[in-house]
């Protein structure tokens, strides 16, 4: 299977070792990595999307080809760039002068848009193509014995009619089981599909309630569960997650929120055998409290 990588912004720039544990990690699994030469931003939402819909849906063309020029889907980490190209594709697949506009101004590229490529979501692919099963037979460490917890990216759950492809957006269940496969205990809490709190828009126009309701979340995680770590699915949720439990600490002034943070795809690269150092390297919280605890596994 042949998927084309959409990288986004802030994985290449910031967290490369996202990137190099998605491009570790699928391979082993069956799927074929293919870059996607020439993309720019997806783009986010606090841009084109709330200002200029010709700039958005011609950015979403451009990016588009490029995965229908490769001749494969685009498989997609970011939450943010999952949603705005997803729902771009749909704007423009369901509006005939749309797309003639957006080919018209793709046109002195030698590029257009037909829709032959999906928008696909890592965590889809890997629940819904590979399997928590195949996963399970691959790895060469566990995290038997860990508790996590998972944060599904809101931008993959609404609006659920474009960009959901879990049976119930209410009770999504593709991460949680992807964890387990690793060999965690996933605990559930309270506020489990509550937003992380990062939110573009949130953190800049109001960012102390935006702390405020990313701590309601942080202290519904200590009280009722285990957690070892936090698994997510979403660049965003990943440095978010990250950055506010340092500002909390300074908040109470103890370490009380020390809690690690990984993308999945890095504790699935972890688990298939890869070095922390090339595909977890990079992190506000440190991580060595998992990283010591994960137990080799012993091959059939």
Not at 123 to 132: A, M, N
Not at 199 to 225: C, W
Not at 231 to 250: D, G, K, P, Y
Request: proline share 6%; with cysteine; glycine share 8%.
């Amino acid at each position: 299977m042949q998927l084309c990588f959409f990288p986004g912004c802030n994985t290449p720039a910031i967290r490369p070792d996202v990137e190099r544990a998605i491009r570790a990690s699928l391979p082993v699994l069956g799927i074929e990595v293919v870059d996607a030469d020439n993309y720019v931003c997806c783009p986010a939402f606090g841009a084109f999307p709330s200002a200029d819909e010709e700039a958005w849906m011609a950015t979403s063309g451009w990016n588009l080809s490029i995965a229908e020029e490769k001749g494969c889907d685009f498989v997609v980490q970011c939450g943010s760039c999952y949603s705005s190209l997803r729902m771009g594709r749909e704007h423009l697949m369901h509006d005939s002068e749309k797309l003639a506009h957006v080919n018209e101004l793709l046109e002195p590229t030698g590029r257009q848009v037909t829709g032959k490529s999906a928008v696909r979501h890592i965590s889809e692919v890997l629940f819904r193509e590979v399997g928590p099963e195949k996963i399970a037979s691959q790895l060469k460490k566990s995290l038997k014995g860990l508790h996590g917890i998972v944060q599904y990216p809101c931008h993959t759950l609404f609006p659920s009619e474009v960009v959901g492809f879990e049976k119930s957006p209410r009770a999504p269940e593709g991460l949680r089981r992807l964890v387990e496969a690793l060999g965690a205990t996933v605990d559930s809490y309270s506020r489990e599909l509550q937003c992380c709190g990062g939110a573009g828009g949130f953190m800049k126009s109001t960012p102390e309630q935006a702390l405020e309701f990313a701590k309601s979340k942080f202290d519904a995680i200590l009280a009722e569960t285990q957690a070892d770590f936090i698994a997510v699915s979403c660049i965003t949720c990943l440095m978010h997650m990250e950055r506010v439990q340092n500002i909390f600490n300074e908040q109470v002034g103890e370490e009380r929120y020390k809690i690690p943070v990984f993308d999945y795809n890095q504790l699935l690269a972890l688990c298939l055998g890869f070095e922390p150092k090339e595909v977890s390297a990079i992190c506000n919280v440190p991580r060595d409290s998992v990283l010591s605890r994960m137990v080799s596994v012993n091959p059939s």
